[in-house]
């Protein structure tokens, strides 16, 4: 880690300039904030300063029983609400070796790779809006409105969707859904080309990504990367693959691997991740099994027995991870949440040093970090 | 010496009996008839101005699929005047620690800088103009240094450090590009042979040919560099809003912070109607003078109306790429500028020199005074040799020039498809 940069008393150099940008800044996506040190415009040193969203989202759930702390998930990766839910339902079924029914998996995989989806979607337009091409941000912003459309459908809300229940789902599909997603995914890929006409073949976005923000795939480990920037430098790591959860084993699915690390392949692994999210959505939408979409023997209060328990997800931005110590009540003795965002975020430094100002703007966009989560 | 300055009021408003014999014909050529050129001049521009926002979020929005602005008047029409009343009210904020007397003077400098550039554009034929002075261009090019003092001087002044960065960016950014403005008008005036507007316009009406035809690699120089020196997108990068918030004015606000952006609407006219009046024939527009007689108050307004109609579309190309590429960054930007701009306009100033020569000898372009003549063999040999040999030589140039450089090896040092694994 990096040294705290002292900026209530800076050393006097003419050669150095010390820049803060945030927490209210139009390119830091939500409240963070980087203390920059400048040499002319190539940084020679930053930190990152976390924390102006933190709301204690850990303590609360210590303070509530089982089912009452899954709508907190939705709030802390915002932008990805279902995934979040998943991985801490699943952890509580985990806990307490509940077979969910085969309708609820698959619906629970439609979801979470719509979301997936729409996550990658507002990654794309804020990226791009980083870079400069704003239009490519509006663009992104329409198709992910119809996924909203299907979540509000579905969920009942557009942002903090919460239809997940430890034991299955609390409602089945309602009628109309399948046609809506099959709908969005016939028109979706002709979406996904038109970014693609509009940034891949750039020359300008080419020289503002290629080779900007290189991390190896072993320095990438050592971090703790995960999701599409630690896969964006070689590694081929997706826990839907290493560790598949839900119906995620019978599901035909690739995982796409880049090869520098840099900014460019990370936007090309999101890219091609959501071709392949829509894949599965297809498939998972023709294997729809009906039925029950809730476990039979799921009590009405609810004990984890003793013990720790781990479980994590890939959720868009990379591993989510849950982290459980029970002492047999109906409340968690103490919960973590393992926020992919946050170690992704560590890498900035490694990224960023010798590269210009505008180009760390452009290693932010490619981490795809969320602040509420990274604050919790 | 009146009439080469275009002063003197048109025959028909001097002759008309409401002033004839009553006004002194020297007051109203030399006062009464600039002032209200002047008046309406400015009264139009900065109503066009007004209304370029407001095309600008249109055409935005027509190409990022929304709507734009249609709540304030019909369609919208009337936003304008609620932005400009909005920005009126505002409270005029001055940082604490800003020098107040620079930070004050700072964009009336870059609005006066604009402004004065406007007086030497021929916007029509005769009347249609304020003045033709001898040296048009450069007075352009010299009135629109300053407006970059007032960029500096309004980052300095903040006392920010984006605003500082900013303006700093700026002025590197429109030193170097003016560089590559210069040289790309080179090779236009050397068939025009004068550097008052007016003249260009006459010299290729003469010669009934845009010098766009004759220089195609100087017109796409002169674009690009335009957009950069008037600091449009993809060269924003003094007011990058995702890196410095807003570059230079980030510290400005309400009234100081329009007349910043008036100035960068206006010196965005002032690069259209230059680039139309040097490549795209000004007013001129072949069989016009058929339909009007020559000099006639009707022949004027419609050049005045052919000038502002080739300036909209050159404005709207401005838009039209301002939505549709990223930002370059600060180093690709210089490197776009002095490596590949640079040489180019150089080569192409050579390139051309030596044709012209040619030419002469064989006889295809005589010299007639401070007109050419050109005979229509040599139309052909010059419009020919600028897209066989200009083009292809400054492009193969630019390729040795730049062999090295990354960003000329994108494509070879990356290869596209992805690598997809199981």
């Given at each position: 880690?990096?040294?705290?940069?002292?900026?209530?008393?800076?050393?006097?150099?003419?050669?150095?300039?010390?820049?803060?940008?945030?927490?209210?800044?139009?390119?830091?996506?939500?409240?963070?904030?980087?203390?920059?040190?400048?040499?002319?415009?190539?940084?020679?040193?930053?930190?990152?300063?976390?924390?102006?969203?933190?709301?204690?989202?850990?303590?609360?759930?210590?303070?509530?029983?089982?089912?009452?702390?899954?709508?907190?998930?939705?709030?802390?990766?915002?932008?990805?609400?279902?995934?979040?839910?998943?991985?801490?339902?699943?952890?509580?079924?985990?806990?307490?070796?509940?077979?969910?029914?085969?309708?609820?998996?698959?619906?629970?995989?439609?979801?979470v790779e719509l979301t997936r989806l729409s996550s990658h979607l507002l990654w794309l337009a804020t990226h791009a809006l980083d870079i400069g091409a704003v239009t490519v941000f509006l663009w992104a912003f329409k198709e992910r409105e119809e996924i909203l459309k299907i979540f509000e459908n579905f969920f009942g809300a557009r942002l903090t969707c919460h239809a997940?229940?430890?034991?299955?789902?609390?409602?089945d599909a309602y009628d109309g859904f399948e046609a809506e997603v099959k709908t969005f995914a016939k028109r979706f890929p002709s979406s996904l080309a038109e970014y693609e006409t509009m940034l891949n073949s750039n020359r300008i976005w080419l020289s503002r990504t290629?080779?900007?923000?290189?991390?190896s795939g072993e320095a990438a480990i050592d971090i703790g990367l995960t999701g599409p920037a630690l896969r964006a430098s070689g590694i081929e790591w997706d826990i839907r693959k290493a560790h598949p959860y839900e119906c995620y084993s019978e599901l035909d699915f690739d995982i796409p691997v880049g090869e520098n690390g840099d900014t460019y392949d990370r936007y090309l692994v999101r890219m091609e991740e959501m071709r392949q999210a829509l894949r599965i959505i297809v498939q998972a939408l023709d294997k729809l099994p009906g039925g029950p979409v809730m476990a039979a023997k799921v009590s009405k209060v609810i004990k984890v027995p003793v013990g720790e328990y781990y479980h994590s997800v890939e959720a868009p931005k990379g591993e989510l991870g849950v982290y459980l110590a029970s002492d047999g009540g109906t409340q968690p003795a103490r919960l973590r949440i393992r926020p992919p965002s946050l170690l992704n975020l560590q890498a900035l430094r490694q990224m960023s040093i010798g590269h210009l100002y505008a180009d760390v703007v452009a290693i932010i966009g490619s981490l795809d970090i969320v602040l509420g989560e990274i604050d919790r | 010496m009146l009439n080469y300055l275009a002063l003197s009021a048109p025959k028909w408003l001097s002759d008309s009996p409401i002033l004839h014999n009553r006004i002194d014909p020297d007051v109203l050529d030399y006062f009464l008839w600039p002032l209200t050129q002047i008046v309406v001049l400015l009264v139009v521009v900065l109503t066009l101005v007004a209304y370029l926002t407001l095309a600008e979020r249109k055409v935005s929005a027509w190409i990022q699929a929304r709507l734009g602005p249609n709540r304030v008047g019909p369609l919208g029409l009337l936003q304008p005047l609620a932005d400009g009343l909005k920005l009126l009210i505002k409270e005029d904020l001055i940082p604490l620690n800003a020098d107040k007397i620079v930070f004050a003077i700072a964009p009336i400098i870059s609005l006066v800088a604009a402004f004065v550039a406007l007086a030497v554009i021929p916007w029509g034929a005769a009347w249609g103009m304020i003045s033709n002075i001898?040296?048009?261009?450069?007075?352009?090019?010299?009135?629109?240094?300053?407006?970059?003092?007032?960029?500096?001087?309004g980052g300095w002044a903040s006392n920010s450090k984006y605003s500082l960065l900013g303006a700093l960016r700026s002025s590197a950014q429109m030193v170097s590009y003016e560089v590559a403005i210069g040289l790309a008008l080179i090779g236009g005036l050397m068939f025009t042979k004068t550097l008052a507007l007016q003249d260009m316009v006459l010299a290729q009406a003469r010669l009934h040919i845009w010098i766009i035809v004759f220089q195609p690699l100087a017109f796409l120089i002169y674009l690009i560099s335009g957009i950069a020196e008037t600091n449009r997108a993809p060269f924003?990068?003094?007011?990058?809003?995702?890196?410095?918030?807003?570059?230079?004015?980030?510290?400005?606000?309400?009234?100081?912070?329009?007349?910043?952006?008036?100035?960068?609407?206006?010196?965005?006219?002032?690069?259209?109607?230059?680039?139309?009046?040097?490549?795209?024939?000004?007013?001129?527009?072949?069989?016009?003078?058929?339909?009007?007689?020559?000099?006639?108050?009707?022949?004027?307004?419609?050049?005045?109306?052919?000038?502002?109609?080739?300036?909209?579309?050159?404005?709207?190309?401005?838009?039209?790429?301002?939505?549709?590429?990223?930002?370059?960054r600060y180093d690709q930007l210089m490197e776009l500028g002095w490596k590949w701009l640079i040489p180019a306009a150089l080569a192409n100033i050579l390139l051309t020199a030596i044709l012209f020569v040619i030419a002469q000898q064989l006889g295809l372009i005589v010299s007639n005074g401070n007109f050419l003549e050109i005979t229509k063999l040599g139309y052909v040999f010059l419009i020919g040799t600028a897209f066989i040999i200009t083009i292809p030589i400054t492009w193969i140039m630019l390729g040795q020039i730049n062999q090295r450089s990354r960003d000329f090896n994108l494509y070879e040092a990356k290869p596209l498809p992805m690598n997809r694994k199981k």
């Open positions: 880690m990096s040294e705290t940069i002292d900026i209530t008393r800076p050393e006097i150099d003419a050669n150095e300039m010390i820049l803060n940008m945030g927490p209210q800044h139009p390119a830091t996506h939500g409240v963070l904030r980087v203390v920059l040190k400048l040499d002319g415009e190539i940084v020679t040193d930053l930190d990152c300063d976390i924390g102006y969203l933190h709301r204690g989202v850990e303590k609360i759930c210590e303070h509530r029983t089982y089912p009452m702390i899954a709508p907190y998930f939705d709030r802390t990766d915002y932008i990805a609400a279902a995934s979040n839910g998943l991985c801490y339902v699943e952890t509580i079924e985990k806990a307490l070796g509940l077979e969910i029914p085969l309708q609820a998996q698959y619906l629970r995989v439609i979801l997940f229940r430890i034991g299955g789902m609390s409602y290629v080779g900007v923000g290189i991390i | 001898d040296i048009g261009l450069l007075f352009i090019f010299s009135v629109s240094s300053v407006g970059v003092l007032g960029i500096i001087l924003d990068l003094p007011e990058a809003e995702s890196e410095l918030v807003a570059g230079f004015h980030t510290e400005y606000s309400g009234f100081r912070f329009s007349l910043f952006f008036i100035a960068e609407y206006t010196n965005i006219v002032i690069v259209s109607a230059v680039g139309v009046t040097v490549f795209l024939g000004g007013w001129y527009l072949p069989g016009l003078s058929y339909i009007f007689e020559p000099g006639s108050a009707l022949f004027v307004l419609s050049s005045i109306a052919v000038f502002a109609a080739k300036t909209l579309v050159l404005l709207y190309v401005f838009f039209w790429l301002r939505w549709s590429v990223p930002r370059y």
